[in-house]
Nanobody, 127 residues
Framework: QVKLVESGGGLVEAGDSLRLSCAASGGDFGGSAVGWFRQAPGKEREFVASINWSGTNTNYAADSMKGLFIISRDNAKNTAYLQMTSLQLEDTAVYYC???????????????????WGQGTQVTVSS
């Protein structure tokens, strides 16, 4: 089974950019869709973005997020990324990556479809 480890979180100022990484080991990363989710304090975990196994299709939580967050992957490095730009206070959350073994062209967005999760990385945006 794939094991996932997130990195790249930290404390940034509003308007800054940050790139999160999700490194995979073991299992079949190349045959898995990858998703990014986040959980803000006192809120439920929510979907951010996902990418299919080959990187040819992506899915974002909202059109507005699509322009600010970019999900990508490098199967040769067994790593997925979430590039975040123009971060705002409301982007403060623990960010999780997750994997779902599927060769579907369209990546899932429901967290119940992902069976492997990382431990999360904290992103804090200050004013």
């Amino acid at each position: 089974q794939v094991k996932l480890v997130e990195s790249g979180g930290g404390l940034v100022e509003a308007g800054d950019s940050l790139r999160l990484s999700c490194a995979a080991s073991g299992g079949d990363f190349g045959g898995s869709a990858v998703g990014w989710f986040r959980q803000a304090p006192g809120k439920e975990r929510e979907f951010v973005a996902s990418i299919n196994w080959s990187g040819t299709n992506t899915n974002y939580a909202a059109d507005s997020m699509k322009g600010l967050f970019i999900i990508s992957r490098d199967n040769a490095k067994n790593t997925a990324y979430l590039q975040m730009t123009s971060l705002q206070l409301e982007d403060t959350a623990v960010y999780y990556c997750a994997a779902a073994q599927t060769y579907s062209r369209y990546p899932p967005s429901n967290e119940n479809q992902f069976n492997v999760w990382g431990q999360g990385t904290q992103v804090t945006v200050s004013s």
